[in-house]
């Protein structure tokens, strides 16, 4: 009976995992360009006129019309209601990163009485979808006055902010958590033996430790709210308060579909969204892999 040396079996080990990380490789740049493809047409779509969006497949347009994206520009009449969605966008990033990071920091860092079940029930939420509470939401706005024709904007976009920030809550918790339980506890005990109270110990130690969870739960939500059609539709009952989103269904209102023109306004719709992704990305990154490994 023979044995295969072992520097053989090593090689052939070796080329194994080669394989299969080209596979994976292979299977990535497939799934990257599936997801990057409806976003490069888009771009496309923007620059080109209607007849060459319907007739031209290729992303390279024959001509390309800049005057289209400023002409949408305009017409969506872009920083009234980029204010409007900022309005509503920023106090739920500012929102969410206060409550659930404190609620992050009790569920890792303190002892009570059912936390794990409680912790449990908030994974669970992530679950249920948005659209299912949608009715009764609206009912308990209303009877709080938030939405309805008396309502003022600041008290409208109250309505909008809340909901929001509850729903982010879930997900917040999780990786608020998951951080916070990645860093020493020594760092707790020591300050807790220096004087610091549990106040002091989350706002001076953990919460400036916290950037990437910050900076992945604040671009997650801000995205989130931004995007956000559905219940600001339902909510806002005054043109003039829409969002960007909102706006953008009205942008063309002709008989025959102006895609060019729909691309154009999506495209200019998300760009904030896109500059504060590119800034953020490396704390966004950091972020999901810290919570991700203990």
């Not at 023109?261 to 992704?277: D, E, K, Q």
């Amino acid at each position: 009976m023979t044995y295969e040396p072992l520097s053989l079996f090593i090689d052939k080990l070796r080329l194994g995992q080669k394989f299969w990380t080209l596979f994976a490789f292979l299977c990535l740049l497939v799934y990257m360009i599936i997801s990057v493809y409806p976003f490069l047409w888009m771009i496309s779509s923007a620059l080109k006129d209607n007849s060459e969006v319907l007739t031209n497949t290729s992303l390279i347009p024959k001509q390309v019309h800049w005057e289209i994206l400023t002409d949408v520009w305009n017409r969506l009449d872009f920083w009234k209601y980029f204010l409007n969605s900022l309005m509503i966008s920023v106090p739920v990033v500012i929102g969410t990163v206060i409550v659930y990071s404190l609620a992050g920091y009790g569920f890792s860092m303190t002892k009570f009485w059912g936390k794990e079940f409680l912790y449990v029930i908030f994974l669970g939420l992530i679950v249920v979808p948005t659209i299912v509470i949608l009715v009764p939401l609206v009912q308990e706005l209303r009877a709080f006055g938030l939405i309805g024709r008396d309502a003022s904007k600041f008290a409208t976009y109250v309505g909008l902010i809340i909901p929001a920030i509850n729903g982010g809550g879930p997900w917040a918790i999780f990786l608020f958590r998951s951080y916070f339980d990645s860093l020493p506890r020594d760092l707790r005990d020591a300050a807790r033996i220096d004087g610091c109270n549990e106040w002091g110990v989350y706002s001076r130690i953990y919460l400036p430790l916290a950037i990437p969870a910050i900076a992945t739960v604040g671009i997650t939500n801000f995205i989130s709210s931004w995007n956000a059609y559905v219940f600001p539709s339902v909510i806002i009952n005054n043109p003039d308060w829409y969002t960007l989103p909102l706006q953008l269904r009205f942008l063309d209102m002709q008989s025959v579909v102006q895609w060019n023109v729909r691309m154009a306004g999506s495209l200019v719709t998300v760009l904030p969204v896109i500059i504060a992704f590119i800034f953020l990305q490396r704390y966004y990154i950091r972020g999901l892999t810290a919570a991700a490994v203990k």
